[in-house]
C-alpha cells in the first residue's frame, strides 16, 4: 500500500537501520542488562564502570531471591488475584452486556447509561469511599476485595454489548423456534461466536489485575496476602541488589510469556474501542 | 413481561457490583468531602472545612504545581514520540513483527518492576545512564536525587513504559489513510513533511486528539512511579496530587479531606473524561 515514501533505495535502508538500532538500544538493551544484572555479585554490580557481561556468574540468585523474598507465596497471590479478577469480571459482565444488547429490558438504556457514566471519573476518585466500603465489609486481605471493584467495569460492558448487538437477531430467532431459552441461547450462540471479544476481554482483564499496585497495596495490608508487585516494593530496600533484579525478572516473566502467546489478540485488542493495557 | 424479568435476572449480579462498588462510592465520596470521619464515632457535618484545610496546607498548591508540571512535560516529551515513532514504523517493511514486539513490552512489565528498574538504572554512582554517559565523556545527571531533575526523569520512565500503546494505537490509524491520498500529494510535488502536515495528520486526527485526552487524564493521576521511586522527594519536587490524597487518607487516616481532594481531581479532570467519551461515542455512531 502507499504510505509517505516509496521504494527501497539508500535513504529506506539507512532509516531501517537506525531504527532498529535504537529500537534494540531502547527497548531490549535494558531488559538484556537486568538479566545479566541478576548474574552479578553485589560487589561487581557496585563498580564503576559497570562489567558488560559478568566476571563470576552466580546463578544462584534466581533461587535465592525467590527463598529470601518467598516469591512462591507472592506468585500464588497475585495468580489468585488475577484469575479470580477475570472470573468474577466475566460473570458479571456478560449476562449484563447480553442482557442489554439481546433482551432490552425496560429502562436498559438508562442502566447503560449510568453505567457508562461512571467512565467519566478518573479511576483513582474512587480510591477512598471504595477502601471504606471495602472496610466496612471486612474485604481487606481478602482476593475478593480487588475481584468485585475491578468487575465494575462499564467500558468491557460496553465493547462486549457492541459486539452482541451485531449479532443478526434471526440466529437468536432461530434459536427460540428450536425451544432454547435465553440462558441456553447466550451458551449456544452468543458466546461462540463472541470468542474474539471475550479473548481480547479475558486478556485485558487478566493483564490489568497483574500490572495493578495500587489497589493491592490498600486491600492487603497484610503482608503474607499481597501481591508481587507490593511485596516486591516492600522488599526493595533492604534486598540485596542482585536477588531483588532476579525478582523483577521472575515477577515479569508471565507476562512476557502471555505477551508472546497471545501477541495478535493483544495487539488487535488495542485498538478494540480505547482498551488501554 | 417475562422477558424484562428474565433480563433483570441476567443484570442483577452487575446490578448488585455497580452499587456497591461503583455508584454508591460516588454518592459516598461526594458525601464525605464534607464529614470528619474517625472510625470510633459516626461522622461529623463539618461543612467546607476539608477544604479550608486543603487550601491552608503549602503542599496542596505544590502538589499541583507537580502534577501540572508533569503533565504539561509528559506531553512535551511523551506525545510526540508515539506519532512520530508509529510515523517511521509505518514506511518501514522490514522487521515490522520485532519493531511492534520491542515496543510493546514495556507495556507488559507491571509498573512497580518498571519503576525499580529504572531506579537502578538512574542510580547516579554504578548506574546504566550515568556509566554510559561516563562512558561517552558526556556530563552526567543526578537524575532522581535532584529537586531539579526527578520530575523529567519520571517522565522517562512513563514514556518508555507506555508509549508502546499509543504506538501501535497510531499505526493501526495510520493504516486506514487511503493511498491515493499521498499519491494526489506526489503529483502535487509535495515533500515528505509536507505530506506529514497535509495528509497524515488531518487524516488520524481524531485518534490525535482521543490519545491526548486519555494522556492528560491518566498523566494528572499518576502515583505508583513517584510513590515507588521517590517517595515524593527530593525536597516534595516529585508530590503529585494522588500522592498527597494517599498521605491524607493512610498517613493521617483523614478520609474526609483526602475525598475533598478526589472531588478538586475530579472537577479538574472531569472537562477532558467528558470530552473524551463525546468523541469516542460520536465515532463509534
Given at each position: 500500500?502507499?504510505?509517505?515514501?516509496?521504494?527501497t533505495?539508500?535513504?529506506y535502508?539507512?532509516?531501517?537501520?537506525?531504527?532498529?538500532?535504537?529500537?534494540?538500544?531502547?527497548?531490549?538493551?535494558?531488559?538484556?542488562?537486568?538479566?545479566?544484572?541478576?548474574?552479578?555479585?553485589?560487589?561487581?554490580?557496585?563498580?564503576?564502570?559497570?562489567?558488560?557481561?559478568?566476571?563470576?556468574?552466580?546463578?544462584?540468585?534466581?533461587?535465592?531471591?525467590?527463598?529470601?523474598?518467598?516469591?512462591?507465596?507472592?506468585?500464588?497471590?497475585?495468580?489468585?488475584?488475577?484469575?479470580?479478577?477475570?472470573?468474577?469480571?466475566?460473570?458479571?459482565?456478560?449476562?449484563?452486556?447480553?442482557?442489554?444488547?439481546?433482551?432490552?429490558?425496560?429502562?436498559?438504556?438508562?442502566?447503560?447509561?449510568?453505567?457508562?457514566?461512571?467512565?467519566?471519573?478518573?479511576?483513582?476518585?474512587?480510591?477512598?469511599?471504595?477502601?471504606?466500603?471495602?472496610?466496612?465489609?471486612?474485604?481487606?486481605?481478602?482476593?475478593?476485595?480487588?475481584?468485585?471493584?475491578?468487575?465494575?467495569?462499564?467500558?468491557?460492558?460496553?465493547?462486549?454489548?457492541?459486539?452482541?448487538?451485531?449479532?443478526?437477531?434471526?440466529?437468536?430467532?432461530?434459536?427460540?423456534?428450536?425451544?432454547?431459552?435465553?440462558?441456553?441461547?447466550?451458551v449456544?450462540?452468543?458466546?461462540?461466536?463472541?470468542?474474539?471479544?471475550?479473548?481480547?476481554?479475558?486478556?485485558?482483564?487478566?493483564v490489568?489485575?497483574?500490572?495493578?499496585?495500587?489497589?493491592?497495596?490498600?486491600?492487603?495490608?497484610?503482608?503474607?496476602?499481597?501481591?508481587?508487585?507490593?511485596a516486591?516494593?516492600?522488599?526493595?530496600?533492604?534486598?540485596?541488589?542482585?536477588?531483588?533484579?532476579?525478582?523483577?525478572?521472575?515477577?515479569?516473566?508471565?507476562?512476557v510469556?502471555?505477551?508472546?502467546?497471545f501477541?495478535?489478540?493483544?495487539?488487535?485488542?488495542?485498538?478494540?474501542?480505547?482498551?488501554?493495557? | 413481561?417475562?422477558?424484562?424479568?428474565?433480563?433483570?435476572?441476567?443484570?442483577?449480579?452487575?446490578?448488585?457490583?455497580?452499587?456497591?462498588?461503583?455508584?454508591?462510592?460516588?454518592v459516598?465520596?461526594?458525601?464525605?468531602?464534607?464529614?470528619?470521619?474517625?472510625?470510633?464515632?459516626?461522622p461529623?457535618?463539618?461543612?467546607?472545612?476539608n477544604?479550608?484545610?486543603?487550601?491552608?496546607?503549602?503542599?496542596?498548591?505544590?502538589?499541583?504545581?507537580?502534577t501540572?508540571?508533569?503533565?504539561?512535560?509528559?506531553?512535551?516529551?511523551?506525545?510526540?514520540?508515539?506519532?512520530?515513532?508509529?510515523?517511521?514504523?509505518?514506511?518501514?517493511?522490514?522487521?515490522?513483527?520485532?519493531?511492534?514486539?520491542?515496543?510493546?513490552?514495556?507495556?507488559?512489565?507491571?509498573?512497580?518492576?518498571?519503576?525499580?528498574?529504572?531506579?537502578?538504572?538512574?542510580?547516579?554512582?554504578?548506574?546504566?545512564?550515568?556509566?554510559?554517559?561516563?562512558?561517552?565523556?558526556?556530563?552526567?545527571?543526578?537524575?532522581?536525587?535532584?529537586?531539579?531533575?526527578?520530575?523529567?526523569?519520571?517522565?522517562?520512565?512513563?514514556?518508555?513504559?507506555?508509549?508502546?500503546?499509543?504506538?501501535?494505537?497510531?499505526?493501526?490509524?495510520?493504516?486506514?489513510?487511503?493511498?491515493?491520498?499521498?499519491?494526489?500529494?506526489?503529483?502535487?510535488?509535495?515533500?515528505?513533511?509536507?505530506?506529514?502536515?497535509?495528509?497524515?495528520?488531518?487524516?488520524?486526527?481524531?485518534?490525535?486528539?482521543?490519545?491526548?485526552?486519555?494522556?492528560?487524564?491518566?498523566?494528572?493521576?499518576?502515583?505508583?512511579?513517584?510513590?515507588?521511586?521517590?517517595?515524593?522527594?527530593?525536597?516534595?519536587?516529585?508530590?503529585?496530587?494522588?500522592?498527597?490524597?494517599?498521605?491524607?487518607?493512610?498517613?493521617?487516616?483523614?478520609?474526609?479531606?483526602?475525598?475533598?481532594?478526589?472531588?478538586?481531581?475530579?472537577?479538574?479532570?472531569?472537562?477532558?473524561?467528558?470530552?473524551?467519551?463525546?468523541?469516542?461515542?460520536?465515532?463509534?455512531?
Open positions: 500500500m502507499r504510505t509517505l515514501t516509496r521504494g533505495g539508500k535513504l535502508w539507512a532509516v531501517l537501520t537506525i531504527t532498529l538500532v535504537l529500537f534494540t538500544a531502547a527497548f531490549l538493551l535494558p531488559l538484556v542488562w537486568v538479566l545479566l544484572g541478576a548474574f552479578k555479585p553485589p560487589a561487581e554490580l557496585a563498580q564503576q564502570p559497570p562489567t558488560i557481561l559478568p566476571r563470576t556468574w552466580e546463578p544462584g540468585a534466581y533461587v535465592n531471591a525467590w527463598n529470601y523474598m518467598d516469591l512462591g507465596r507472592f506468585f500464588l497471590n497475585t495468580f489468585v488475584v488475577a484469575i479470580g479478577a477475570w472470573a468474577v469480571q466475566m460473570a458479571v459482565i456478560v449476562p449484563a452486556a447480553y442482557a442489554l444488547s439481546k433482551l432490552r429490558p425496560i429502562f436498559g438504556n438508562v442502566i447503560m447509561g449510568l453505567m457508562l457514566a461512571t467512565l467519566m471519573l478518573p479511576a483513582t476518585a474512587l480510591l477512598v469511599p471504595v477502601y471504606l466500603t471495602l472496610t466496612d465489609l471486612d474485604l481487606l486481605n481478602n482476593p475478593a476485595g480487588i475481584w468485585f471493584p475491578a468487575a465494575a467495569n462499564a467500558l468491557n460492558v460496553y465493547l462486549l454489548k457492541r459486539f452482541f448487538d451485531q449479532i443478526p437477531e434471526e440466529l437468536l430467532e432461530a434459536a427460540r423456534i428450536d425451544g432454547a431459552n435465553a440462558w441456553t441461547t447466550l449456544r450462540i452468543i458466546l461462540p461466536i463472541s470468542r474474539p471479544i471475550l479473548a481480547v476481554v479475558s486478556i485485558f482483564a487478566v490489568a489485575a497483574w500490572k495493578d499496585f495500587i489497589w493491592p497495596l490498600l486491600v492487603f495490608p497484610d503482608p503474607a496476602k499481597q501481591t508481587l508487585s507490593v516486591l516494593q516492600r522488599f526493595a530496600p533492604d534486598t540485596p541488589i542482585n536477588l531483588l533484579l532476579a525478582g523483577l525478572v521472575l515477577a515479569s516473566l508471565p507476562m510469556a502471555l505477551f508472546l502467546a501477541q495478535r489478540h493483544i495487539l488487535a485488542g488495542l485498538t478494540a474501542g480505547g482498551v488501554k493495557g | 413481561m417475562r422477558r424484562h424479568v428474565t433480563a433483570y435476572g441476567f443484570l442483577s449480579l452487575a446490578l448488585v457490583v455497580f452499587a456497591i462498588f461503583s455508584w454508591w462510592p460516588i459516598r465520596g461526594i458525601v464525605l468531602s464534607f464529614q470528619q470521619v474517625n472510625f470510633v464515632t459516626s461529623d457535618w463539618v461543612g467546607w472545612e477544604f479550608e484545610r486543603l487550601f491552608a496546607d503549602p503542599l496542596f498548591v505544590v502538589a499541583w504545581r507537580n501540572l508540571f508533569f503533565t504539561i512535560l509528559a506531553l512535551v516529551i511523551g506525545f510526540g514520540v508515539p506519532f512520530l515513532t508509529a510515523v517511521v514504523l509505518n514506511e518501514l517493511r522490514h522487521a515490522k513483527g520485532y519493531f511492534r514486539l520491542l515496543v510493546y513490552l514495556p507495556v507488559m512489565l507491571p509498573p512497580v518492576v518498571t519503576a525499580l528498574l529504572w531506579k537502578w538504572f538512574y542510580d547516579p554512582g554504578p548506574g546504566l545512564f550515568n556509566s554510559v554517559l561516563r562512558g561517552l565523556g558526556l556530563p552526567t545527571s543526578q537524575w532522581l536525587d535532584s529537586s531539579s531533575t526527578s520530575m523529567i526523569s519520571l517522565v522517562l520512565v512513563i514514556t518508555w513504559a507506555n508509549m508502546g500503546s499509543a504506538t501501535l494505537i497510531y499505526l493501526a490509524a495510520l493504516q486506514t489513510i487511503p493511498g491515493e491520498l499521498y499519491e494526489a500529494a506526489d503529483l502535487d510535488g509535495a515533500g515528505i513533511l509536507k505530506k506529514v502536515w497535509h495528509v497524515t495528520i488531518p487524516q488520524t486526527k481524531f485518534v490525535i486528539l482521543m490519545l491526548l485526552l486519555l494522556q492528560v487524564v491518566a498523566t494528572m493521576q499518576i502515583f505508583t512511579e513517584p510513590f515507588v521511586m521517590t517517595g515524593g522527594g527530593p525536597e516534595e519536587s516529585t508530590v503529585t496530587v494522588l500522592l498527597l490524597l494517599y498521605r491524607y487518607a493512610f498517613y493521617y487516616n483523614d478520609f474526609g479531606t483526602a475525598s475533598a481532594l478526589s472531588l478538586i481531581l475530579f472537577g479538574a479532570l472531569a472537562v477532558f473524561s467528558f470530552l473524551y467519551l463525546k468523541i469516542t461515542r460520536k465515532a463509534d455512531a
